[in-house]
């Protein structure tokens, strides 16, 4: 496997901190790009990136501009339309050819990917969901809602802990363990972060019938974080002909660290190869990275 990090600036020079895995052989031009959660980053999902590249996918997994290395103020935009932006630029940075790439996001990531399609609906051939945000299902109280509105007016960068618990996510003990230890989860948002995400709530339901790539979503049947019904109804909007939805009963909202993860991995990437199917005789090399290792971090390519 070939592993590359790198930081890459975003179209308003903060920095985005973007990891690239492949396999050592070109024989499959197919390529993901893995948008992780909330106060995640993407060293979150590196067994997932492995798991991926041994199935012959390139994988590239960015940090979201606020979270892990990447640059920003922590959990905080003013729309979501940067993290929409920040993909497009690493899209096009890498060189990807829609033709063979597919976009997966998991929860918040989901939402954003949701919108990246919406917005550039011909950069990607196939859009995977993961449990979604399509509606929350942590309650926050209406005096919290108000006092938060009125500082996402006065004080935009005003901070919030967040509601969700970390052992309502999965119920993978090595997986809680591993969270708990992670410097880089971030455990607050900002006043400006939260109504920016209910905005893009709105249009990923207003917007759902300019979809029209094959849609996946895969959702926790036992999430406590967003609400396992949503999906269903979205999709029902969602105007692609190709759209499918899986439910997993008993599984809490993170599927890729649930203890049976390796199966939901395979049955979504099952999904998406019957989509990228790709002749043999029009593979082409994977376009070399044009993201260059940066003076701000300890970074390098590297070549187990």
Known sequence: MRFEEAFLKADDGVALFVRRFEPLSRDADRSVILVHGMSE?????????????ARGWNVVVPDLRGHGR????????NDFSEYVTDLKRIIDSIGLRSQTTVLVGHSMGG???????QQFPHCVSALALLSPLLGVRVRISPFTVALARLLSLVRPRSRFRKRTKREDSTRNQEALTRGDADPLIRESVT?????????ALRSVWDLAEQISCPVLVMQAGADLIVDPAAPQGWLQRVGSEDKSL???????HELLNEIDWSNTLADMLDWLEQ?????RG?????PAARIQPASLGATSPLLP
């Open 41 to 53: 980053h993407g060293q979150c999902y590196q067994h997932v990136a492995e798991s991926m590249v």
């Open 191 to 199: 006043a400006a972060w939260y109504f920016a995400m209910r905005q």
């Open 70 to 77: 990447s640059g920003g103020d922590p959990i905080h935009v």
């Open 275 to 279: 989509r990228l199917i790709v002749p």
């Open 282 to 286: 029009d593979l082409l090399p994977l």
């Open 246 to 252: 899986r439910m997993f009963p008993d599984h809490y």
């Open 111 to 117: 939402l954003i990917s949701a919108r990246f399609v």
